[in-house]
């Protein structure tokens, strides 16, 4: 604004100082300086609105893929279910243990106890003198374990 007036008044006539000569002869750096800066922050703003919107998909991806993950663990757990719900039919289990053409059985009796075993720590029967939050405790942290690939001792094997 004030080099705006020095400018008018140097129009006009009107003798200027020294100082304002020399700030009016610096108007056009200033000018661009400015304009150079308007630049830079639509740049800043851009870029900021950019790296905003990278990061939203990131983190949409991110869950994306934590949710697909869950949903195979789960889908892992009604397997495992079903599977070892299954285990319980006599004729599923003769079978498993029926011998192969190179007259190796799919699972042997001490594999049945086993899987059998596993079975009761996962869904143990209701004792209703225990809390049902606690009773299934020890079942969900087994489950925790298999879904984690952890080598932990259950049911006497790991």
Do not use: C
């Amino acid at each position: 604004a004030k080099l705006d007036d020095y400018q008018a008044k140097k129009k006009n006539g009107e003798r200027l100082n020294q100082d304002q000569l020399d700030a009016l002869t610096k108007f056009g750096e200033i000018t661009n300086n400015l304009e150079f800066a308007r630049e830079l922050q639509k740049g800043f703003l851009t870029l900021g609105q950019e790296v905003s919107k990278t990061v939203k998909k990131s983190l949409r991806r991110e869950q994306l893929q934590r949710e697909e993950m869950e949903q195979r663990r789960l889908k892992m757990v009604l397997e495992l279910q079903f599977l070892l719900d299954r285990l319980g039919e006599e004729e599923v289990r003769q079978d498993l243990k029926r011998p192969e053409g190179d007259g190796t059985s799919v699972l042997t009796d001490a594999d049945l106890t086993t899987l059998d075993q596993f079975y009761k720590l996962l869904g143990p029967d209701r004792n209703y003198d225990v809390r049902l939050t606690d009773q299934y405790e020890e079942a969900s942290l087994h489950l925790w374990d298999l879904l984690e690939g952890r080598d932990k001792p259950v049911a006497g094997t790991t």
